[in-house]
């Protein structure tokens, strides 16, 4: 991007957010500290549409009156189709308060052709899609959104706004590489892409009400023992690259190096259930699950937590959760560390194709550990 390119991008950015301002919904202008409005919602259910893997042959089941179903036979006209698995995450959030209903889809697998191929088999159907949230700048999260909305512009609503946590999002990424001092390409999520499409980008860096429905944490302040494990580097070598305004960094961040990637704009999507509280989806959790659960206690309100649904990718987090910890290789290389958080969301809400409602058994063991770990 040339300098007079990135202007006109920045403008065109601003404009954006002023247009979500004069709209009378800005991320920016919740900034405060003041709590938001956090709906109650009667049901939620979260649809997998993408994860590392998934069971087949998982049997639904019933337990105290919750539900839990797994993918089923799934299979369309052609036999030789199959639900697909990559790494990354894809989850549709079907939300219902009494006779309304809201439809969310939060991240959007790796590639577009997995994700496209599983909303066909599990016949969802795109044009109850009505907002987009992304939880990070990861590829394996934002990567097949560009070709969803080449595939499904159309039928999504007119006014379709993405969700972001904030401008790091949108950050050049690299990823390290077995040889020290070389780094791989960790890909970009390109605004002007996004922008193409005639959807509206606002930046949540503070708690933001989607839908009437659900909410977002805003930027997770670390507060916990956890630690972001140094999976990726932003960077931060040119101006020209880094495709995120450097207005949010230090000057010590900005000397033109490759900086450990702390996710400044994470943030979590979550949902107060009528009754039973919070439930937390915190994507990869980079920033630590016990720090978005607090924040969306501190955001809403709510203490009572019903649920966590998503990776644990933080040091020290998943052995706060030792019900939860299946990620023996906490220590070991990027490439373990990443897929076993993944694997938690199947683990929680039993992997691409099912479906766990919030009465889903999965779902229900988590308040206990949650509470242990919260003050
Ligand atoms: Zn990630
Ligand atoms: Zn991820």
Known sequence: MSGVERREFLKASAALAGAAA????????LASAAPIEVPTIDKLTVRVLMDQQH???????T???V???GPGPARSADARNVLHNEWGLSLLLESQREQEQRTTLLDFGYTSPALINNIGLLKVDPGKIQALIVSHGHIDHYGGLIGFLNKYRDVLPADLTLYAGGEDNFCHRVSRTATPGQFGEGGTLDRKEIAAQKVKTVLCESPTVI???AFTTGKIKRTSVERVLPNTFVDY?????ASCDYGHYTAAELQGKFVPDEHVHEHATCFNIRGKGLVVISSCGHVGIVNSVQQAQEVSGVRKVHAILGGLSSRAGAR?????NRCRGEEAGTRRRHPDALQRAELFAGGAGSNASER????HRQPTDLQRVSP
């Open 211 to 213: 839908q009437g429905h």
């Open 63 to 65: 337990v105290n009156g």
């Open 360 to 363: 889903d058994p999965n779902l």
């Open 55 to 61: 069971d087949q042959f998982l049997r639904g089941s």
């Open 67 to 69: 539900v839990h179903e």
């Open 22 to 29: 004069a709209g009378g919904f800005s991320c920016i202008e």
């Open 237 to 241: 070598s040119s101006r020209e690259n």
């Open 320 to 324: 706060r959760l030792p019900q939860t």
